[in-house]
C-alpha cells in the first residue's frame, strides 16, 4: 500500500505561483508513475501532469509551459512547481500514483490516490 498526502495548496492572485507537494509513505514510489489531477467544482477530474520513472514528463495543454512536474526520490516526494497561475486553475489538485509505470492521462489507470489540496486562484 502506497499512502499520499499532498500539501501546499492556498489563496493566490493570478500571475502567481503555488507549489504543491505530495509526499508518498508505505513504499518506495521510484518505480512508479507519479501523476497530478485536478477536479473543479462540477467538472470532472482532469489530468494535468504525470512523470515515469524514466524521467519522462507529459502535461495538459492547459499547463504546459506553467506547470513543472518534478521529483525526490531521497524524499519520496512528488511536486506540482505552479506557476502564471489563472482563475481556471482553481480546483482540488490531486497526487496519484500508478504502480505499473506507464503514468497515462486517465485517472483510472492510477492506484493510489491522496486526499485533496485545494487551490484557488483570484482574479
Known amino acids: 500500500q502506497v499512502q499520499l498526502a499532498e500539501s501546499g495548496g492556498g489563496l493566490v492572485q493570478a500571475g502567481g505561483s503555488l507549489r504543491l507537494s505530495c509526499a508518498a509513505s508505505?513504499?518506495?514510489?521510484?518505480?512508479?508513475?507519479m501523476g497530478w489531477f485536478r477536479q473543479a467544482p462540477g467538472k470532472e477530474r482532469e489530468f494535468v501532469a504525470a512523470s515515469r520513472s524514466g524521467g519522462i514528463t507529459y502535461y495538459a495543454d492547459s499547463v504546459k509551459g506553467r506547470f513543472t512536474i518534478s521529483r525526490d526520490s531521497a524524499k519520496n516526494t512528488v511536486y506540482l512547481q505552479m506557476n502564471s497561475l489563472k482563475p481556471e486553475d482553481t480546483a482540488v489538485y490531486y497526487c496519484?500514483?500508478?504502480?505499473?509505470?506507464?503514468?497515462?492521462?486517465?485517472?483510472?489507470?492510477?492506484?493510489?490516490w491522496g486526499q485533496g489540496t485545494q487551490v484557488t486562484v483570484s482574479s
Open positions: 508505505g513504499r518506495i514510489i521510484r518505480s512508479y508513475a
Open positions: 496519484a500514483a500508478d504502480r505499473g509505470g506507464s503514468g497515462s492521462t486517465g485517472y483510472s489507470e492510477y492506484d493510489y
